[in-house]
């Protein structure tokens, strides 16, 4: 089944044109990893599929829902608001900046949009964020308040506030890049930890490794436009475009 499908996206930031274009399939259960220069326009694209953004062109289906479309016209149009969240509701994003609450320790950080815009009941949120803390190895540190913790553990809790809205697909925009390099590696755990556990993810990263070894599908961007997509091996083995041949040198 499709869990994502994008058709010839299309963003423009005032006169400069950022997507040009954009399609893409995802898969239940698939790993895309999406790598590129800085610019690219990477970013934009995952803004754009939950609506921190908005497109100018084309159509957004998730799950067999339609997020936006064109108009006999071709002018872009949304669901109803109402309805336009419902299908957001349905994707988690962990950004590179953590954006946890610093004023909440991390167990409200975890249940208050579940209680606050779900509407589920405290009893009930209380042992799925911590079940959800067990996961990503930070249980015991439920009651602390963010400023307490390091950045791979904020991360980490960021990852866990996402999941607590039970969502289908998880984005990720480059989510260890604002970590020193030894926290890196427990962050990827958990993301890895969950591509094992079938999560669909999309996932924006400089980390090559992580990409080759995690993702089913490497989409590399350039300039508004998918330029090469294939398995890992393709892309980091046998890449066919020169853009992409140069970008992976580069990141050598
Ligand atoms: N809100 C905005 N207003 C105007 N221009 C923007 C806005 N957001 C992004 N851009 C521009 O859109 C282009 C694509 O940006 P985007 O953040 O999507 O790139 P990226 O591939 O994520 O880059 P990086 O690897 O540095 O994160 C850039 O030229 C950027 O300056
Ligand atoms: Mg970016």
Redesign the pocket.
Known sequence: MNMLRLNNIHKK??H?E?LKGISLEVSQGEVVAII??????????L?CLNRL?VIDQGTIEIEGEILATEDTEGKCQYVSEQKAREICFKMGMVF?QFNLFPHMTVIDNIIEAPMLVKGIKKDIIIPEAEELLKKVGLFEKKDSYPSRLSGGQKQRVAIARALAMKPDIMLF??PTSALDPELTGEVLKAMRQLALEHMTMIV?T?EMAFAREVAQRVIF?DN?DIVEEGTPEQIFNNPQQPRTQAFLKSML
């Open positions: 930031f005032n400069l950022v590129g220069p800085s610019g690219s326009g990477k970013s934009t694209l803004r953004e590179q925009d480059e924006v400089h961007m508004g």
